[in-house]
Structure formats: C-alpha cells, structure tokens
C-alpha cells in the first residue's frame, strides 16, 4: 500500500479531530458513543445535527487504537475485506464493540455492519436517500426561517393578538 499524500493526511488529521470533538469510548461496556452535549449545543443539534461519515469514525478509531488506553484491547472496527457486494469501502464492528442505537443517527455514508456481518447498522446514502438526508438536515432551519418570516410580515396582527391577550388578565 503506498503511503497516504500529503492531502490524506490532513484529511485523516481532520477527522481525528471533528469525530473527537463528539464521540468518546466507553471502555466498561465496550460501547463507541457520542459526549453528552451541553445546553447550547442541544439547541445547536436540534437545528444542526452533526453528522459524522462512518470513514471520519473509523480513522479516529484506528488513531484511538495507538494510544495507550486502547492498547491492551482489541480493535472495534474493521474496514474492507468483507463480502459486502456494490461498495468499495465496508466498515464492520468487531470484538463485541457496539454503538448505542440512539447515536447511529449521527453517523452517514456507511455500510456499516454489525459484528458478524448480520445486520447493516448504518446504511450507504446513495441516490434518493442520500438527497432526503440533505432535505432533513436543512429542514428545522427552513422551517424556522418561515416561522420568523411570517411574523415579521404579520407583524401588525401579533401585537393586536398581544394587546389581546395582555387585556383580558
């Protein structure tokens, strides 16, 4: 295998660094999961949800596989070598690793299949789902974006409605 350019290797630095940001290991029940989020980045993940590739998860996992926490255990994914038909790249859990069902929403562009190969956790975004995910991130934005400008225009009619309600305590 030839070495990684210079332009892979930013890219794989790059990962290591985004996925670090929102995933930790948690090494008592071998589970790979999202931080806990704060208050002003629930409200930010309401409207934005950061979504990491399955391939940003893996890099950050093999980098974590280096450091001496993870060095007595064994590897939690693989990538490649599987008989997983239509896909260049295929990344496998391993070792009884899992990720909580509830952080796979954060992870994209898969296949990513459970330990054995039994079940696809995290499918491939190709064609029309990879353009409805588009539409679902974007849509929390639009839909605020409309209700502001609705009331901007209306304006009028919502300080009537808050005269209103103001009137009757």
């Known amino acids: 295998m030839?070495?990684?350019?210079?332009?892979?290797?930013r890219a794989m630095l790059q990962a290591h660094e985004d996925v670090a940001l929102y995933w930790y290991i948690d090494h008592k029940t071998k589970e790979i999961r999202r931080k806990p989020l704060t208050i002003i980045f629930r409200v930010?993940?309401?409207?934005w949800k950061e979504k990491h590739t399955v391939w940003q998860l893996y890099?950050?996992?093999?980098?974590?596989c280096s450091e001496t926490d993870m060095?007595?255990?064994?590897?939690?994914?693989?990538?490649?070598?599987m008989p997983?038909?239509?896909?260049?790249?295929?990344?496998?859990l391993l070792n009884g690793w899992t990720i909580p069902t509830k952080d796979l929403k954060h992870l994209k562009n898969g296949p990513l299949a459970a330990?054995?190969?039994?079940?696809?956790?995290?499918?491939?975004?190709?064609?029309?789902?990879?353009?409805?995910?588009?539409?679902?991130q974007f849509a929390p934005i639009i839909t605020?974006?409309?209700?502001?400008?609705?009331?901007?225009?209306?304006?009028?009619?919502?300080?009537?409605?808050?005269?209103?309600?103001?009137n009757t305590f």
């Not at 030839?2 to 332009?7: D, G, I, K």
């Not at 930010?44 to 409207?47: A, G, K, W």
């Not at 605020?144 to 103001?166: D, H, M, P, Q, R």
Request: glycine share 4%; hydrophobic share 45%.
């Open 44 to 47: 930010l993940d309401f409207f």
């Open 2 to 9: 030839a070495n990684p350019t210079p332009e892979q290797q």
């Open 144 to 166: 605020s974006f409309a209700g502001l400008t609705t009331i901007v225009t209306n304006w009028s009619a919502v300080e009537k409605i808050f005269s209103y309600v103001i």
């Open 59 to 64: 890099r950050w996992l093999m980098f974590r």
């Open 84 to 92: 997983i038909k239509g896909f260049p790249m295929k990344y496998e």
């Open 71 to 81: 060095m007595p255990l064994r590897t939690p994914m693989q990538s490649d070598n």
């Open 115 to 136: 330990e054995g190969l039994q079940q696809i956790i995290v499918p491939a975004a190709v064609g029309w789902p990879h353009l409805l995910e588009r539409i679902k």
